[in-house]
């Protein structure tokens, strides 16, 4: 199963365990790492390790007793997978204070909070194998085109929160001018998150992304998968990629930030920079049809183009290949 369907299984109601990420099974606790002050926690492209301030010995509870498994679909008709119950210790480790319940989603549980100093901020809590990289290509980001990472520890990531008022898929529903705003906005933050890999983050490549498509049997994917093919054996270049870019996971965090729009929520990916443009080709979900209208996916992919440097026959490709694996999928 390729890496879509271990986060479609997780969905569907099959726990999938990340405990090799932060303990094995058996352990009852991790001792809790230093809390980091910037945002990145570990070495980043620069090579520089961001400064640290100890928090009081604590201890967190491994990922075993992080989770209350829901049981399977047949038991689980509402489709949640599991119930993060480890919030409460990060809230007491980091003194954050929420400031109402947790939203709990099928793989994670998310906190809005402010910190003692009064910094607002959103914890979330999401054990599952590919959040976890998530959270750690984050906290690895130096939080200049992402959302900045405050503490980061296993499964558990505090971000800054976006407190603008501005949302990119209100922006894209006022018209061709708003839509054109909207996916300038879009590549010029995928552009600015693009790093050169190192080693040091956890990613997944673009070929085992795609093994769904490249392994499909369904002649009706044939072009498709001829096309993932030609651009998966012969690369441009190679970073490491946000994987997920879209109107909903860049924000709004003010008019007095540089930048004001931010990514989050990352799949963490690695392969041609080109294949992080191909999604936001596709939202936002409410015109899906519409966005791939030709006159609208030739003008978006034009507005694309000129923000990038990326050649529109090159990005049209990698939308075609993005297309049908999404399709795929659902």
């Known amino acids: 199963m390729g890496e879509g369907g271990v986060a479609r299984a997780a ?41 640290s301030t100890k928090l009081p010995a604590k201890k967190i509870p491994a990922i075993t ?7 399977p679909p047949a038991d689980n008709p509402t ?50 194998p590919e959040e976890l990289r998530g959270g750690a290509l984050m906290a690895w980001w130096p939080g200049t085109a992402s959302a900045r990472v405050l503490e ?26 708003g839509d054109d705003e909207a996916t300038r906005v879009l590549a010029e933050t995928a552009l600015r998150l693009h ?7 956890r990613t997944v490549p673009l070929r085992r992304w795609f093994s769904d498509l490249l392994e499909a049997s369904d ?17 441009w270049d190679e970073v490491v990629l946000h994987g997920d870019i879209h109107h909903g996971n860049v924000l709004d965090f003010g008019d007095e930030r540089t930048p004001r729009w931010k990514a989050i929520d990352p799949k963490a990916l690695l392969g041609e920079s080109c294949f992080d443009y191909a999604n936001l080709l596709c939202n936002p979900h409410e015109t899906y049809e519409a966005n791939h209208e030709s006159s ?33 999928w659902s």
């Open 152 to 177: 980061h520890l296993g499964p558990a990531v505090l971000l800054e929160r976006a407190e603008g008022p501005r949302s990119l898929a209100a922006l894209a529903a006022e018209g061709d001018a």
């Open 79 to 128: 489709g949640q997978t599991c119930r993060v119950s480890a919030t409460a210790s990060y809230l007491e480790a980091w003194g954050l204070t929420a400031d109402a319940e947790p939203v709990v989603t099928p793989t994670s549980e998310v906190t809005f909070v402010h910190r003692a100093d009064g910094t607002a901020a959103v914890l979330r809590v999401a054990p599952i």
């Open 219 to 235: 002649d009706s994917y044939a072009d498709a998968r001829r096309t993932a093919l030609r651009l998966l054996d012969d690369p």
């Open 195 to 201: 790093a050169k890999p190192d080693g040091v983050v």
């Open 65 to 71: 007793s992080l989770m209350t498994v829901m049981g």
């Open 11 to 51: 969905v569907a109601g099959q726990l999938v365990f990340a405990k090799t990420f932060i303990g094995s099974a058996n352990d009852s606790a991790i001792e809790m790492m230093p809390a980091k002050n910037t945002g990145a926690c570990q070495l980043g492209s620069s090579g520089a390790m961001a400064n």
């Open 296 to 328: 609208r996916l030739t003008r978006r992919l034009a507005v694309v183009a000129s923000a990038t440097g990326m050649p529109a026959d090159r990005l049209r490709d990698w939308h075609t290949a993005w297309h049908a694996l999404s399709q795929l």
